[in-house]
C-alpha cells in the first residue's frame, strides 16, 4: 500500500466523518471568527483599537482573524499527529493499526492532509472576506498569500509534531496530559497570538526553532508592513525549510521508535 | 452516601492525583490563559490603570473556566461514560446518575479553588495584582451561588441531550465559545453593544456574572442591582427546574431506546 493509497483512505475517513456531523464543518468555519471575537471583545472592553493599530501596526479585526485561521491550521496539524494513536489506543483499534502492513511513517504523515485541506478552504470563508472587505482588491492577493503561506507553516508544523508525538509516546504513561501542556505551550511560542517580536528574548530565541514560526512571523510582517520585503521573506521561509529539513528524519526516526515500541509492547487489555 | 464517596475519591485520584494530574493541569491553564491574555493587553492606553486591566481579565477568566467546567467535566463527562461502556454498568447498579455529580462537583470546585488561584499569580507576574473590591460580600456570594447553580443547569441541558442524541464534541465547543460572549459572562454587560445586552439579558447566564462583576470590580449592572438580584434568582431556580426535567426525561428517553453509541470525539 502506497502513500497515495494511505492518503486516499484518510481523505476518505476524515471526510466522509465531516460531512456526515455538519457541526464540524460548521465549527471550521466558525472557528476564527469565534476567538477574534473572544478576544476583540475583552480587548475592547479595557482598552481600544487604535492602540492596539499604534502598537501593532494593523486593525486588531485582521490581525486576529488571520491568527484564529493560522491557529486552526497548525493545531489541526499537531492535534491530528498528537492524539491519534490515543484516539486509537482508546477505540480499541491501535494493535489493528501497528499489525496493518502500511509505513507507520507514511501513515502519520498522511493523517494531517486532509483537515488541513479543509481549513486552507476554510480560508476563504474567514481571512479573505475579511481582507476584502477592508483592502478591496489587495486584500484578496494579500489573503491568497497567506492562506499559502499558512499552509507551508502548518506543514512544517508536523515535522516537529512528528518528533514530540514519537518521543512522548515511546516514553509511556499518560500521554495526554503532557500533550494539554505542550499544545499551548507551542502556540505561545509560535506567536500566532502575540507577535514573535513583542516576546522577550528568551522566548524569540526559543519561538526561532519551531519551524513555523518563521513563517508567522512573515505573514505577520505582511500584515503590519513592518519590513515586508522579499528578501526578509525569502530569508524566513528558508529558515524555516532548514529547520523542517534538519527535524523531519528526526520525526521519522521517533515514530519508529514508537512503533518498535508498541510492538515490543504487545497488546493491553 | 457510601456511593458519593466512592465516585468523590475516583475524580479526585483520576482527575487531581494520579500522574500528577493537578500540576499537568494547572500547567496547561496558565499556557492557555498567557496565550490570550497577551494580545488583550496590546489593547491598553497608557492612562488606563494596569490592575484595572487585571481584575477585568481575572473576572473574565473565572466566569469563563466556571462555564468550561460546567461543559466539559460536568456534562462531557455523561459522553466519556458512554464512550467508554461504563453508562450501562451506573445505570444497572440501580443507583441514581446525580450520584455521579455528588463526586464530581467538589472535585471541579477543588480544582476551580487552586486554579483561580493561580490564575491571580499569573495574572500579578504577567500584568499587576488584579484590583479587586469586594464590595458588598453577600452580593458576590449570591453571585457565586447563582452562577454554580445556573451552570449545573446549563450541564443539565447538555447532558441530558448528550445521552439522547450524543451530542458531539464541535457542538460542546462551539456552546462553550459562544455562550459565555453572547451572554456578557467576560465583560460588564454596559460595555457590549445592544443586540447583545438584550440576547445576555434573555438568558439566566448574565444575572450571577454581573453581580459577581459588580462585587468584584465594582462595576455598574445594567439593571438596577435590586432588579438584577430578583430576576437572576427567579430565573435561575427556574431554569433549573427546566433543565432537570429536561434531563429525567432524557433519561428515561435512553433506558427505553438503549445506551447511544459515540464516535470518538
Redesign the interface.
Known amino acids: 500500500m502506497g502513500f497515495l493509497d494511505i492518503l486516499r483512505a484518510e481523505l476518505r475517513f476524515v471526510y466522509a466523518d465531516v460531512f456526515r456531523r455538519k457541526s464540524v464543518l460548521f465549527m471550521f468555519i466558525a472557528y476564527p471568527y469565534i476567538l477574534t471575537l473572544f478576544i476583540l471583545l475583552v480587548g475592547y472592553s479595557m482598552g481600544s483599537a487604535s492602540v492596539f493599530v499604534e502598537r501593532v501596526g494593523v486593525d486588531p479585526a485582521i490581525f486576529f482573524i488571520t491568527s484564529g485561521f493560522i491557529l486552526m491550521a497548525i493545531l489541526g496539524v499537531g492535534d491530528d499527529i498528537l492524539w491519534r494513536p490515543l484516539f486509537d489506543e482508546w477505540l480499541g483499534t491501535l494493535p489493528y493499526i501497528i499489525s496493518s502492513p502500511v509505513s507507520r511513517v507514511q501513515h502519520y504523515i498522511s493523517i494531517p492532509i486532509p483537515r488541513l485541506l479543509l481549513v486552507l478552504v476554510s480560508g476563504s470563508t474567514s481571512v479573505v472576506p475579511v481582507l476584502l472587505y477592508y483592502y478591496g482588491l489587495h486584500g484578496l492577493v494579500e489573503g491568497v498569500a497567506i492562506i499559502l503561506l499558512t499552509a507551508i507553516a502548518a506543514i512544517f508544523f508536523a515535522s516537529i509534531a512528528m518528533v514530540i508525538m514519537g518521543v512522548l509516546y515511546g516514553f509511556g504513561g499518560e500521554h495526554w496530559r503532557a500533550i494539554n501542556v505542550i499544545r499551548p505551550l507551542l502556540l505561545v511560542l509560535l506567536g500566532v497570538y502575540y507577535p514573535k517580536y513583542l516576546l522577550p528574548l528568551s522566548g524569540y530565541i526559543v519561538s526561532s526553532l519551531i519551524p513555523s514560526s518563521h513563517i508567522v512571523e512573515a505573514i505577520q510582517r505582511i500584515l503590519t508592513g513592518y519590513n515586508p520585503s522579499l528578501q526578509i521573506m525569502f530569508m524566513l521561509i528558508g529558515v524555516a525549510t532548514a529547520l523542517f529539513i534538519l527535524y523531519t528524519p528526526i520525526g521519522v526516526k521517533s515514530i519508529v521508535y514508537w512503533e518498535k515500541r508498541k510492538v515490543g509492547e504487545g497488546v493491553k487489555i | 452516601m457510601s456511593a458519593s464517596k466512592a465516585v468523590f475519591k475516583a475524580y479526585l485520584l483520576a482527575e487531581l492525583l494520579?500522574?500528577?494530574?493537578i500540576v499537568?493541569?494547572l500547567?496547561?491553564m496558565i499556557?492557555?490563559m498567557?496565550?490570550?491574555i497577551?494580545?488583550?493587553t496590546?489593547?491598553?492606553?497608557q492612562n488606563?490603570p494596569v490592575e484595572?486591566?487585571s481584575g477585568?481579565?481575572f473576572t473574565?477568566i473565572l466566569v469563563f473556566m466556571s462555564y468550561s467546567i460546567a461543559t466539559w467535566d460536568w456534562a462531557w463527562e455523561l459522553r466519556w461514560l458512554m464512550?467508554?461502556n461504563i453508562l450501562e454498568y451506573v445505570i444497572a447498579s440501580g443507583r441514581s446518575i446525580y450520584v455521579l455529580y455528588t463526586g464530581i462537583i467538589p472535585v471541579s470546585l477543588l480544582w476551580m479553588t487552586v486554579a483561580i488561584t493561580v490564575v491571580y499569580a499569573v495574572l500579578s507576574a504577567l500584568t499587576a495584582p488584579p484590583k479587586l473590591l469586594f464590595k458588598e460580600p453577600l452580593v458576590l456570594t449570591l453571585g457565586i451561588v447563582l452562577l454554580v447553580t445556573v451552570l449545573f443547569s446549563h450541564s443539565m441541558i447538555l447532558g441530558g441531550t448528550t445521552i439522547s442524541v450524543g451530542t458531539?464534541g464541535?457542538?460542546m465547543?462551539?456552546l462553550g465559545?459562544?455562550l459565555p460572549?453572547t451572554t456578557g459572562g467576560?465583560?460588564?454587560l454596559k460595555?457590549?453593544p445592544s443586540q447583545v445586552q438584550a440576547i445576555a439579558l434573555a438568558t439566566p447566564y448574565s444575572y450571577p456574572a454581573e453581580l459577581i462583576r459588580y462585587s468584584l470590580l465594582g462595576s455598574e449592572t445594567i439593571l438596577p442591582l435590586q432588579q438584577m438580584i430578583v430576576y437572576g434568582v427567579l430565573y435561575a431556580i427556574v431554569f433549573l427546574v427546566a433543565s432537570i426535567t429536561y434531563f429525567n426525561l432524557q433519561l428515561k428517553k435512553m433506558l427505553k431506546e438503549g445506551v447511544k453509541t459515540v464516535?470518538?470525539?
Do not use: Q
Not at chain 2, 18 to 21: A, P
Not at chain 2, 42 to 45: G, N, Q, T, V
Open positions: 494520579r500522574s500528577r494530574g499537568y493541569g500547567m496547561g499556557l492557555w498567557v496565550m490570550f497577551l494580545p488583550m496590546l489593547f491598553r492606553p488606563f484595572v486591566m477585568y481579565a473574565a464512550r467508554a458531539s464541535p457542538v465547543e462551539i465559545w459562544i460572549i467576560l465583560v460588564p460595555n457590549m464516535g470518538m470525539y
